[in-house]
């Protein structure tokens, strides 16, 4: 008689002690990525550093059985691929992160003085709550692109010598009206501006007479809260008020990943959603040998978007990759169908201080393993490409067959919300495709937390798809 009932299991009871050590030395490892990733551009070069260590190389021309490859989509999202001893019409085995966050993106012109303070007006990017981004030590981090096509990294508030910056909150003692307010309405965009600094540039020398005395007068005072921060940024970095047009500045919470818990059992860090997933997908392939099939690995930008642009996943830049690998595109519907991808993204991980938006037998728990997801989507699964039951099937075997803890989950109750991932324009390319990732504590806040188990079933996870046969 078989086992008639399911239940699924916590990975504390599953694991032995070896593994368990294994997965303390790969949270480590993950930490380190987290420190050095905490923006889409950090993520790609980093990832680039890592493959390059372990005998990546940039695509050029078709390669061969065995060859490990990378392709850079403007230095914002990164394909890789270890090439297998089959023809690539056999199919491939994907593995699709993001490595795009929320986060508080600099507008175009940002810089702004009101009240003798000096501030960056900004633009949020992706799903955010805006109270969470208030009262914080924020790290800007981007890179300004002159108009000369030159370009300059910039990243201020990391370390302990640097400063930081924040957007301010009303005191309680006068919040009596914004108290009022929805949790939605408290802040709006416009408000999350960052204080920048409040020191005045140095006054210039007095006129002496006349007209010169005159113009001098009404200009001399003018913007110089803003001039203070224009001068420092040029001692810095050679740029002007100007250069900011075409820069790409992120505010990002300051600080690094720590261990969380006296158990220290989690990671609370910025931007587990995705980069848990993308640094498990990345580490495995890093670790692959030559497998049976092709394996590729995608750390895609845009997701928190919707996906779009030249380093999204809607984009044909990744048409054009696996034209290349497969040397012209002819091929492509023929490897599109035969092929298997896990979108890599995180879930959200049962909270027991807000039990009324999951339904608990399908809501994935802390330390249960990666996270399946067979459809995604909100109102009546709309918006998902949800996986065939075949297709679970498929991956019920490889998880169970290679010693990887998982449970199945799913956002929410029915009617809660939703959301969705790069699966369905994986999907759509007709590549058979599930969502599987790291549950999530807070996801979208400031500080996301992730157990370290979770994390290394979900790299254990990656490396059984790039050595599935099916
Ligand atoms: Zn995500």
Redesign the pocket.
């Known amino acids: 008689m078989p086992e008639l009932t399911y239940k699924n299991k916590n990975a504390y009871d599953t694991m032995d002690a070896a593994e368990i050590e294994n997965a303390q030395s790969y949270a480590a490892d993950y930490m380190k990525f987290l420190d050095a990733a905490k923006t889409e551009r950090e993520a790609v070069r980093e990832a680039i550093r890592l493959a390059e260590a372990r005998g990546f190389v940039p695509l050029a021309g078709q390669p061969r059985a065995g060859e490990r490859v990378y392709k850079s989509l403007g230095g914002k999202a990164l394909l890789l691929a270890v090439i297998g001893r089959q023809p690539l019409t056999n199919g491939l085995n994907i593995a699709g992160?993001?490595v795009d966050?929320p986060r508080l993106d600099l507008k175009q012109l940002p810089l702004y003085e009101d009240g003798e303070m000096a501030f960056f007006k900004t633009h949020y990017y992706g799903g955010i709550k805006k109270y969470q981004w208030v009262t914080l030590p924020l790290a800007l981090h981007g890179i300004v692109v002159k108009a000369d096509g030159s370009a300059v990294r910039v990243t201020i508030g990391e370390n302990a010598d640097e400063p930081v910056f924040f957007v301010s909150d009303l005191l309680p003692h006068l919040g009596r009206d914004q108290n009022k307010k929805t949790l939605g309405e408290a802040f709006t965009g416009e408000q999350l501006n960052i204080l920048i600094g409040t020191a005045p540039a140095a006054k210039k020398p007095e006129a002496v007479s006349g007209d010169a005395a005159k113009s001098a007068g009404g200009e001399k005072d003018a913007d110089r809260f803003k001039k203070a921060v224009l001068e420092l940024l040029h001692a810095k970095y050679g740029i002007t008020e100007e250069d900011f047009l075409s820069a790409e500045l992120e505010a990002v919470p300051a600080g690094r990943a720590r261990e969380a818990g006296l158990d220290r059992s989690l990671i609370l860090a910025y931007g587990h959603?995705?980069r848990s997933?993308a640094y498990a997908a990345l580490r495995a392939m890093l670790e692959l040998e030559v497998p049976e099939k092709t394996a590729v690995c995608i750390l895609a930008d845009k997701?928190?978007v919707g996906s779009d642009g030249v380093t999204g996943m809607q984009s044909a830049a990744f048409e054009g990759f696996i034209a290349e690998l497969a040397g012209g595109s002819t091929q492509l519907p023929a490897i599109f169908e035969r092929s298997f991808c896990i979108s890599a993204?995180?879930c959200n991980a049962f909270d027991p201080n807000f039990p009324e938006v999951s339904e608990k037998n399908n809501s994935a728990r802390l330390n249960h393993g990666i996270g399946v997801m067979k459809f995604t989507g909100s109102g009546g699964k709309s918006g998902s490409s949800d996986a065939s039951a075949e297709t679970v099937a498929r991956l019920r075997r490889l998880f169970s067959e290679n010693g990887v803890a998982w449970q199945m989950t799913e956002l929410g109750k029915v009617d809660q919300g939703g959301?969705g991932?790069i699966a369905k324009y994986m999907a759509n390319r007709n590549i058979t495709t599930i969502d599987a990732?790291v549950p999530v504590i807070s996801?979208h806040a400031p500080w996301e937390a992730a157990a370290k188990l979770d994390c290394y079933m979900t790299y254990k996870g990656m490396a059984a798809l790039y050595g599935h046969r099916e």
Do not use: F
């Open positions: 992160a993001h966050s959603d995705d997933c997701e928190e993204d995180v959301g991932t990732g996801m």
